[in-house]
């Protein structure tokens, strides 16, 4: 019997030696081709997929697996420690502080008068974090564990949720530097529907999932994927309402008319809505509430799916 890359077991067909191999079978070789063996043959499956529902309940027996994957990561990194804690609350707030001196610089606006300015990067760039940190871990996972993808059987998927989880951990120490800081900087209402800010959050994490599924099936077939996917973060940052308010795209205001095709990026109605709620204490549109409901499950389905699809693959690629 052979074992594939999949798992799956199939009968090994058996060659006598022909005149020219002669004594190339040993005694030894024989016995381990009499069928009491097995061989592990690694070789490309097909594309498709498993059975779903049996993958589901695979996955959730072994989340305890990625879990523990996830917070080994936290400790390689050193954020067990007192300085590693820090660090996650320092570097995004630095880089939130460069970001307001390149648009105070920009716009001309005083640098004592931008309190709010500053809290309104912090708000939008701590969330980024979590979907940019997801993607670019979530891209490394399975190109980086091929020993353990190729002496383990486990659903592959759970590795770049455990890079997602591991991301969301990270974001999670910010929360509090931000309110903080909208206490001090600003003057910005307090109320109930900062609470949403919740759902927001977790339309972030499921959409996350989606794409790190993508970017790790993609990087096994493109290795340069993760070459060019700081880039591509970094202009989807632009466009999305991290940098700036999304009061600037509403109905009936300045940019009312361009609305509706910021809708079409995913990032505008997760993060626009985080802003609303957190920043301004202001309930969002409904609209809001469903285009980040639809981008999610959309990014969650079809990338999970693709790299599904594309996981008997990954032992025979890495």
Not at 226 to 234: E, N, Q, T, V
Not at 240 to 254: E, I, M, Y
Request: aromatic share 12%.
């Amino acid at each position: 019997m052979a074992v594939s890359a999949t798992g799956r077991r199939y009968p090994v067909a058996r060659q006598t030696p022909g005149p020219t191999e002669g004594n190339a079978l040993t005694d030894t070789t024989r016995d381990q081709l009499d069928g009491r063996d097995e061989l592990h043959v690694y070789a490309a499956g097909r594309h498709g997929l498993p059975n779903l529902r049996q993958y589901v309940r695979d996955l959730m027996a072994r989340w305890p697996f990625a879990a523990e994957f996830s917070r080994s990561s936290i400790r390689s990194a050193n954020t067990d420690t007192v300085f590693g804690q820090l660090w996650l609350i320092i570097n995004p707030t630095l880089l939130a502080v460069v970001y307001f001196i390149l648009i105070v610089i920009i716009t001309g606006q005083s640098i004592t008068s931008g309190g709010s300015t500053l809290v309104q990067i912090c708000c939008g760039l701590f969330l980024f974090t979590l979907v940019q940190g997801a993607a670019s871990s979530g891209a490394g996972s399975v190109t980086g564990g091929g020993a353990l993808i190729s002496r383990m059987a486990f659903p592959r998927l759970l590795m770049p949720l455990a890079a997602v989880r591991t991301s969301l951990f990270r974001f999670l120490p910010t929360l509090p530097v931000f309110l903080v800081l909208k206490v001090v900087l600003t003057d910005s209402p307090w109320g109930w529907p900062m609470v949403l800010a919740v759902y927001f959050l977790a339309m972030m994490v499921v959409f996350s999932c989606g794409l790190a599924a993508f970017m790790a099936a993609l990087q096994v077939y493109f290795r340069d994927a993760a070459s060019f996917l700081p880039y591509f973060l970094r202009i989807w940052m632009y466009l999305s309402p991290v940098l700036w308010s999304p009061a600037r795209f509403q109905p009936g205001g300045r940019n009312g008319d361009l609305y509706s095709m910021m809708l079409l990026n995913p990032m505008f109605s997760i993060c626009g809505g985080w802003s609303d709620t957190l920043m301004e204490a202001r309930l969002p549109a409904p609209e809001m509430f469903l285009v980040s409901l639809g981008w999610s499950i959309l990014v969650f389905v079809l990338g999970s799916l693709f790299f599904v699809s594309r996981e008997r693959d990954f032992s025979v690629r890495i």
